[in-house]
C-alpha cells in the first residue's frame, strides 16, 4: 500500500519561491501526491492551495548566508524544518529547491548519517548515449575528498542504482582521464585501491566519454569535478541547441526546421538536463532528502516532489543502510563526530 | 611572406597510423601546406605522396610506454624527431597524433620551456553559445597543478586568444563550481590570488555552464578537471546527437528528419568537437606543438597541420614568450631544471 504521508516542501528555497513553489505543490497534489507547504504562515495566508497543508517555519536562508545557518542562528528555518518532519514521521520525504549547502547540513544534522557515511554526496542521473542511465555523484556537496569519501560514494551510488534504477549489479566507475589503472589526479589515484576493496562490480577508471556511451552505470567522483562534469552536461545542450537551431535556420529558412525541431528538443531537454526528476538526491543520510534546481519552476518542483515520493516507495533509505552496513566501516563517524548527531535507530524510508 | 618552411608531422602517431597520416599529409599538401613526414623510412618506402618529403626516425612510442621513452630509451623515435626539425629551423611547427604524455615530454625537452613556464598545458577551442569561442587548458597533460601553475596557464591561455583568436583584451576565467569567490576546491582557491595578481582581465571564478554562455574567453584549470571537462563536452554531443535521431525517427518516420539533420548534425560536428581543429596545442614550448587526436583521419590529420601553420604564422610563439616575460616570475624555471632543457635564445615561431 503507497505511503499515506505528505511530502515536506519547502516553499521559500530557490529563485522563483515562493510562487512557483506554491503553484508547484498544487500541481504535486493534482498528480496524486500530497504535499506539506513548509515556511512562514504569515506570508504563505490565501495563497495556499485546497488541499495543501501548511506547517509554519518562519526562517529563510539566502543564498549568501552560510550552510551552517540553519543549524545556528535560523533553527526555524523551512529549509531545516521540512526534515524534522521527515524525522519526526510525519512526512514521508522533504524538498527544497533552496541553498543546497544549507540543505546538506540540515539534512545530516536533523536526519542524521546513515552507518558508515562520513559525507552525504549529491546524486542526478544523466541519460547515456546507450540509452541507460548514469548515477552520478557528488555533485558538489563535498569539494574536497578523502579516499574513503569516495569509496562511500561508490556504495550510496551502487544502492541507489539498484533501488530507484532496479539494475541488479550496477557496474561502478571512478570518474578519470584515462582507464589506465594509475591514471587520474592524486585524489583518484588514492581512492582506487578503496573503491576496489568494496567487492562491488568496480569497473575501474572511466573517462566521461566511456561514461556517456555506457561503460557504467555509477559514477562516482569529488564534489568539484562532478559539479564541473554536470554542468558542462547542461552547458553543452545548450550549445548544441543553439548551433543546430541556427544552422536549421540557415539552411531552412526557419519554419519547416524549426517545427520539426521544436518537440524532439522539448523531449531531449527532458531526458539531457536533471529537469526531468526535478533536482539531486542527498544519498547517505537517514531519510528521503531531494534538493531541487534553484531556478525550479512549478512543474519542475511538482517533478521533484514526485521523484522524492518515488524513492521513499521503493525503499532508498532502507536499501542504502543495509549495503553501507555490509561494505563500509560503520564505527563512529565522522560526519556524526561533527554535525553531533549519532545515527539514529528509527528507519525513515 | 608565408614561412615556406613545412610542418613535421610524426608519421607513426594515432590509431590510425601509418595510413590516416600519409593521407592526410597527401591532403594537407593539396591544400598548399609543405608537410615532412617523419617516422622509419623503410615502413614508407612505396607509400609517400608525391611531393612530400620523409625524414627518417625509426622508433615509435607505444601508448603503453611511459611518457619519458622518447627522452631515454627511444631518442630516435618520431615523436621526438618532429620537435627536433623546429628546433634546427627545418620545419616552421610539428604535429603528432600519438602519445600525448611522450609528446609533451618531448617538446618540453627538444623545444625548451618559455621563460616563466614550469608546465606545458595543452589548450583546445571550445564553441559558445553565444558565437564566441572558448580557450579551454589545461586539458590534460598536467593532472595535479600548484597555485602557480594556473597562473601561468592564465598567461598562455590569454596569449593564445590574443594571437590565435585577436582578442584584444581577453577576459580569462578560473573554472569552479559556483562564482562566489571562496568557491572551489583547495587547488582552485589557492590559485585564485595568483592569477589575480597577474593584472589581466580576470573575471573571477566561472561555471562550465557560464564559460559556456560566454562570460568569459579563456578558462583555466588544472589537466584532470580541463580532461573531464573536454571528454563530457564530446560525450553530451554524442548522446544529445543520437536522442535526437530517436525523436526525429519516432515523430517522422525517418527520411524527411534524417535528411534535414544530416547537414546541420555534421556542421555542429565540426563546431563542438576539436575535431575542427585537429587536435589541441601545447602551450609554454619554445616552438608551435600541436597534439592531434589519437583517432584522427586523414581529414583530421590534415587539419591539424593547417592549424599548426596557422598558430606558427601568426606569431603564436613570439607572443606568448612576450607576455611571459612581463607578466610571469621568469627565473630558472622548474621545467628546465627537470629537463635539463634550459631557454633557447633563438625564437621558433
Given at each position: 500500500?503507497?505511503?499515506?504521508?505528505?511530502?515536506?516542501?519547502?516553499?521559500?528555497?530557490?529563485?522563483?519561491?515562493?510562487?512557483?513553489?506554491?503553484?508547484?505543490?498544487?500541481?504535486?497534489?493534482?498528480?496524486?501526491?500530497?504535499?506539506?507547504?513548509?515556511?512562514?504562515?504569515?506570508?504563505?495566508?490565501?495563497?495556499?492551495?485546497?488541499?495543501?497543508?501548511?506547517?509554519?517555519?518562519?526562517?529563510?536562508?539566502?543564498?549568501?548566508?552560510?550552510?551552517?545557518?540553519?543549524?545556528?542562528?535560523?533553527?526555524?528555518?523551512?529549509?531545516?524544518?521540512?526534515?524534522?518532519?521527515?524525522?519526526?514521521?510525519?512526512?514521508?520525504?522533504?524538498?527544497?529547491?533552496?541553498?543546497?549547502?544549507?540543505?546538506?547540513?540540515?539534512?545530516?544534522?536533523v536526519l542524521g548519517p546513515l552507518?558508515?557515511?562520513?559525507?552525504?554526496?549529491?546524486?542526478?542521473?544523466?541519460?547515456?548515449?546507450?540509452?541507460?542511465?548514469?548515477?552520478?555523484?557528488?555533485?558538489?556537496?563535498?569539494?574536497?575528498?578523502?579516499p574513503m569519501h569516495f569509496a562511500?560514494?561508490?556504495?550510496?551510488?551502487?544502492?541507489?542504482?539498484?533501488?530507484?534504477?532496479?539494475?541488479?549489479?550496477?557496474?561502478?566507475?571512478?570518474?578519470?582521464?584515462?582507464?589506465?589503472?594509475?591514471?587520474g589526479n592524486t585524489q583518484v589515484?588514492?581512492?582506487?585501491?578503496?573503491?576496489?576493496?568494496?567487492?562491488?562490480?568496480?569497473?575501474?577508471?572511466?573517462?566521461?566519454?566511456?561514461?556517456?556511451?555506457?561503460?557504467?552505470?555509477?559514477?562516482?567522483?569529488?564534489?568539484?569535478?562532478?559539479?564541473?562534469?554536470?554542468?558542462?552536461?547542461?552547458?553543452?545542450?545548450?550549445?548544441?541547441?543553439?548551433?543546430?537551431?541556427?544552422?536549421?535556420?540557415?539552411?531552412?529558412?526557419?519554419?519547416?526546421?524549426?517545427?520539426?525541431?521544436?518537440?524532439?528538443?522539448?523531449?531531449?531537454?527532458?531526458?539531457?538536463?536533471?529537469?526531468?526528476?526535478?533536482?539531486?538526491?542527498?544519498?547517505?543520510?537517514?531519510?528521503?532528502?531531494?534538493?531541487?534546481?534553484?531556478?525550479?519552476?512549478?512543474?519542475?518542483?511538482?517533478?521533484?516532489?514526485?521523484?522524492?515520493?518515488?524513492?521513499?516507495?521503493?525503499?532508498?533509505?532502507?536499501?542504502?543502510?543495509?549495503?553501507?552496513?555490509?561494505?563500509?566501516?560503520?564505527?563512529?563517524?565522522?560526519?556524526?563526530?561533527?554535525?553531533?548527531?549519532?545515527?539514529?535507530?528509527?528507519?525513515?524510508?
Open positions: 500500500m503507497a505511503d499515506p504521508r505528505p511530502v515536506a516542501l519547502d516553499a521559500f528555497g530557490g529563485d522563483k519561491a515562493p510562487e512557483a513553489i506554491i503553484e508547484g505543490a498544487a500541481l504535486a497534489r493534482d498528480q496524486g501526491v500530497p504535499v506539506l507547504l513548509v515556511g512562514d504562515a504569515e506570508k504563505l495566508k490565501g495563497r495556499v492551495p485546497k488541499g495543501v497543508e501548511v506547517v509554519h517555519a518562519p526562517g529563510i536562508v539566502g543564498m549568501d548566508e552560510p550552510a551552517s545557518a540553519p543549524l545556528r542562528k535560523k533553527t526555524d528555518a523551512s529549509i531545516r524544518r521540512i526534515f524534522e518532519l521527515v524525522n519526526e514521521g510525519v512526512a514521508q520525504a522533504a524538498v527544497t529547491c533552496g541553498h543546497s549547502g544549507a540543505a546538506m547540513a540540515s539534512a545530516l544534522h552507518p558508515g557515511i562520513d559525507r552525504a554526496p549529491l546524486a542526478t542521473v544523466v541519460p547515456r548515449r546507450d540509452g541507460g542511465q548514469l548515477v552520478l555523484l557528488d555533485l558538489g556537496a563535498n569539494v574536497d575528498c578523502k562511500q560514494f561508490a556504495v550510496l551510488g551502487e544502492s541507489y542504482a539498484r533501488a530507484i534504477l532496479g539494475i541488479e549489479h550496477p557496474r561502478v566507475g571512478l570518474l578519470a582521464n584515462g582507464e589506465e589503472r594509475g591514471k589515484r588514492a581512492a582506487f585501491p578503496e573503491i576496489e576493496a568494496l567487492g562491488l562490480a568496480f569497473v575501474g577508471n572511466v573517462e566521461p566519454l566511456g561514461a556517456l556511451r555506457g561503460e557504467c552505470d555509477v559514477l562516482v567522483c569529488d564534489g568539484f569535478v562532478g559539479n564541473v562534469m554536470l554542468k558542462t552536461v547542461e552547458g553543452t545542450v545548450e550549445v548544441v541547441g543553439a548551433i543546430l537551431r541556427e544552422e536549421l535556420r540557415r539552411r531552412y529558412d526557419g519554419l519547416l526546421g524549426r517545427w520539426l525541431m521544436q518537440g524532439a528538443f522539448r523531449r531531449f531537454r527532458q531526458r539531457t538536463t536533471y529537469d526531468s526528476v526535478g533536482g539531486a538526491i542527498l544519498l547517505g543520510v537517514n531519510g528521503v532528502a531531494v534538493v531541487g534546481h534553484g531556478r525550479a519552476d512549478a512543474r519542475a518542483v511538482a517533478s521533484a516532489v514526485r521523484y522524492a515520493r518515488n524513492c521513499a516507495s521503493a525503499g532508498l533509505v532502507a536499501t542504502v543502510r543495509a549495503r553501507a552496513q555490509e561494505r563500509l566501516d560503520t564505527g563512529e563517524s565522522e560526519a556524526a563526530a561533527i554535525v553531533g548527531a549519532p545515527f539514529r535507530g528509527r528507519p525513515n524510508g
